[in-house]
């Protein structure tokens, strides 16, 4: 995890995590009402077994058959990882490989994924450089765009100086995708095109035209688009001299803008102090949330900005010790306060709703990290728990401070990774029930089915994909997909 300021927490965590990978741990089923045994629950200082626990529960028979392909109408989940992705029918049948790539760790899953469920966009690397590709949902038709940038990877190592390699860094180190909301579907994306350095454009589908939106020296990154879609925010860095023989350094704001799409009027804003990311995202329409940062203070002076104006509202001043999170569902922002913060307001977690001048105080302890999860539609506060995006729920994870990767179903049941005698379990518990533990296994990626919320569809880093379904949550092997799944999301119908 990273978590400003605790370093020694960051690690701890980063090591637990990663116990179970280097001893090739693989998934295993356990009873549904089992929970750890005496040797499961042994001191830190006794060795893990070698073996993993061996599957114990009867394999359920099926009722109906099986399906022999994917749903026509949807909804589909989606697996991602480095070596591919997968798409499924809900209850995880068919998996199905619809790109034998994954995406850059910085690009938004989610922002790639069009509006409508139908397309997903990805810069795939090729033999000539980076190509951007149109991958129709759910039989997986892929249509080359564009090239983006007319370097390899291979050549972006031996030449890390050259033009096409900064533009190279900025298509795959920052998020360069982002369809817009609503009925009209349009790509915002970043490319080298015709220019050395990264520009922004946009791709009609319907049309099958380019335009590029921007020229201008830096290198364009993170377009991200308005609720309704009337604005596009974008940014400018720039690599800077001294360089290293392994690395360069740079500065991650050269500039920023708002496209507003009606007139396609690039509006310049105030920059916030530090990178793309003190950009938290939109609270409305015309409203976006931002924070400066510098050596000293992750997050300083949180408020509010109208794109069309640049007026700006203040939301919380001073310094707070990590990054707050925002809920895009409704533009509330979740914050944490701790002892050394110099915001006026005692330690704890808050929550700022967009028709509320007050915060909320959800909490009396401060969290580590903060992030939004969006299948599961609450705020994840590590290690305190999940939060509801308007503070009226709260969920606790089994083991504060030994839990991970939370998700929650439409039906409120939650499942959590635990980390227990560096021996990785998924915990599983209804509303009003008892935690269960069901597997054993290092989990790259889980999702509850949108439908009814009854089954988990869990990704281990194996890449055996499993599902789990309520009441008796009693492990389904489905398949072995190529490498880890790093991400999950669900594709609308």
């Known amino acids: 995890m990273r978590i400003p300021r605790c370093a020694l927490a960051v690690a701890c965590a980063a090591w637990l995590l990663s116990a179970c990978v280097a ?9 549904a009402t ?49 070596s591919g992705i997968w798409i499924t029918n809900p209850d995880g049948t068919f998996p199905t490989r619809i790109a034998d ?19 997903l966009a990805l810069a795939a690397e090729t033999e000539k450089g980076l190509d951007l590709l149109l991958i129709g949902l759910p039989d997986g038709e892929t249509t080359a765009v564009t090239r983006l940038v007319t370097v390899t990877r291979v050549e972006r190592m031996l030449n890390s100086l050259s033009p096409e390699s900064f533009a190279y860094n900025a298509i795959t180190e920052y998020p360069g995708l982002a369809w817009r909301p609503g009925d009209v579907e349009l790509l915002a994306y970043i490319g080298g095109g015709v220019a050395p350095n990264a520009d922004l454009y946009t791709y009609d589908p319907a049309g099958k035209s380019i335009r590029r939106a921007e ?19 974008f940014f400018g860095i720039n690599w800077l001299p001294p360089f290293g023989v392994t690395y360069v350094t740079f500065d991650p704001m050269a500039g920023f803008w708002a496209l507003r799409l009606s ?38 002076d949180l408020r509010a900005v109208d794109a069309a104006g640049g007026d700006s509202s203040p939301l919380v001043e001073g310094c707070l010790h990590t990054r707050p999170a925002l809920a895009p569902e409704n533009g509330a922002i979740l914050l944490s306060v701790d002892a050394g913060s110099e915001a006026p307001l005692d330690e704890g977690l808050f929550l700022i709703l967009p028709d509320s001048p007050s915060p909320i105080r959800l909490s009396e302890k ?17 290690p305190q728990g999940l939060y509801g995006p308007d503070g009226d729920t709260r969920l606790d994870p089994p083991n504060a401070g030994s839990s991970y990767r939370p998700a929650v179903s439409s039906a409120g049941a939650q499942a959590w ?58 492990p ?10 790093e991400r999950a999301a669900w594709i609308p119908a």
């Open 476 to 485: 389904q092997p489905i398949d072995i997909l190529a490498g880890p799944i």
């Open 215 to 233: 020229s201008d020296p830096s290198q364009a990154v993170h377009p991200m688009w308005s609720p309704r879609g009337e604005y596009l925010l």
């Open 101 to 119: 790539q994954g995406m850059s760790p910085a690009q938004d899953l989610r922002a790639a994924l069009s509006p409508g469920g139908d397309r």
């Open 23 to 31: 001893n090739g741990t693989t998934p295993s089923a356990l009873p």
């Open 263 to 300: 007139d396609n009027l690039i509006i310049p804003q105030e920059a916030p102090e530090g990178t793309p990311r003190n950009v938290l995202g939109w609270r409305d329409g015309s409203h976006y949330a931002a924070y400066d940062s510098d050596s000293e203070c992750p997050v300083r």
């Open 34 to 82: 089992q929970t750890a045994s005496a040797e499961q629950q042994a001191s830190p200082t006794q060795k893990a077994p070698d073996t993993p626990i061996p599957p114990t529960a009867a394999t359920p028979t099926r009722t109906e058959p099986a399906p022999t392909g994917l749903n026509p109408e949807g909804p589909y989940a989606l697996f991602e990882g480095r």
């Open 417 to 474: 990774e635990v980390v227990e005698d560096k021996r990785h379990f998924l915990k599983i518990r209804e509303p009003g029930g008892d935690w269960q533990t069901v597997m054993e296994g290092d989990i790259g990626a889980m999702v509850w089915d949108p439908l009814s919320g009854d089954t988990l569809l869990v990704a281990f880093e194996s890449g055996e994909l499993y599902s789990v379904s309520a009441p008796d949550f009693t």
């Open 366 to 382: 401060a969290a580590f990290e903060l992030s939004w999860l969006p299948e599961s539609g609450m705020f994840y506060a590590y």
